[in-house]
């Protein structure tokens, strides 16, 4: 594929349009590298889905966006890129399993955000293939925003290279810092943020088609809680990077433990569903730019 394939949308991306694209039969293209961009021109906050969004995390408001707000808002260019008949494979076999959030300045509530979403690399793994999406955030000519977010998928797609560099998540997490029920409900109103209607983030019966025993969370959903839970993880008028490794699911339902190495830069966590293997690792730390 040589052409670039650009996706503009003037507001938000409907996301009936681009599910019902994702259960198309097409043939697949094998390029790892699709040439797909989407752009999303003037997005401003909606106080009310901003409220909930808050108050489904626990995160706290303030004069400036979370960190996780691009991330969790922006999410539908990724579906749009995602669920697009140029990529490489159907959107229901993909994994997401890396998140490299960087703030770079604050973004007050009031601005008016372009978003940009494009593949950046595709390349083979021992398993598989992994996709990475490169989203920004500009307000006005500056960055304000940007992610790394890694999606893989298994088959077979070549000889794989080395692993990325940031494959490799920490191994110490600290001490138990709290332990909770995430609440069993708005999961339906959380897909409406991400645009993700994944019937394995909603309902029992379709995720027990697919081998797990309950529903799992949305993993952006779940960060926030850890993010609530960590001191000074809250202060979005710091910039901050946050690189959270996804490492298995959040069932609905099932009580959590949060580890974290307290007052350190950065700072290390780790959230346990069972109690050997984490589910969720992560590293939040200051930036500097």
């Not at 593949?119 to 304000?144: N, S």
Request: include cysteine.
């Amino acid at each position: 594929m040589t052409g670039v394939i650009q996706l503009s949308y003037a507001r938000r991306p409907a996301s009936l349009r681009y599910m019902l694209r994702a259960v198309r039969p097409v043939r697949r293209h094998p390029d790892l590298n699709p040439r797909i961009v989407a752009t999303w021109r003037d997005h401003r906050v909606d106080p009310r889905d901003l409220a909930s969004f808050l108050e489904i995390t626990g995160l706290p408001a303030g004069p400036e966006l979370p960190l996780l707000y691009p991330h969790v808002f922006g999410f539908r260019l990724a579906m749009a890129v995602l669920t697009h008949p140029s990529f490489p494979v159907p959107i229901w076999g993909v994994l997401q399993t890396r998140n490299h959030l960087v703030q770079h300045r604050p973004i007050p509530l009031e601005s008016a955000m372009d978003l940009d979403c494009r593949v950046l690399a595709g390349r083979p793994t021992a398993k598989g293939a992994e996709f990475d999406l490169r989203t920004t955030v500009h307000v006005g000519a500056r960055l304000a925003w940007e992610s790394l977010v890694t999606f893989f998928t298994r088959g077979r797609f070549g000889e794989p290279g080395p692993d990325s560099p940031q494959a490799r998540s920490p191994t110490e997490f600290g001490t138990l810092a709290a332990e909770w029920t995430p609440r069993n409900a708005a999961h339906w109103r959380f897909g409406g943020f991400t645009g993700d209607y994944n019937g394995i983030h909603l309902w029992d019966a379709y995720a027990r088609r697919l081998g797990f025993p309950r529903a799992l969370f949305h993993p952006p959903r779940v960060l926030g809680e850890c993010l609530s839970r960590l001191p000074g993880a809250c202060d979005h008028a710091a910039p901050q990077r946050l690189d959270a490794w996804l490492k298995g699911p959040v069932p609905h339902g099932r009580p959590v433990r949060l580890h974290a190495a307290s007052g350190a830069d950065p700072t290390t966590f780790a959230l346990f569903v069972e109690p050997e293997r984490p589910c969720i690792v992560g590293r939040l730390q200051r930036h500097n730019g």
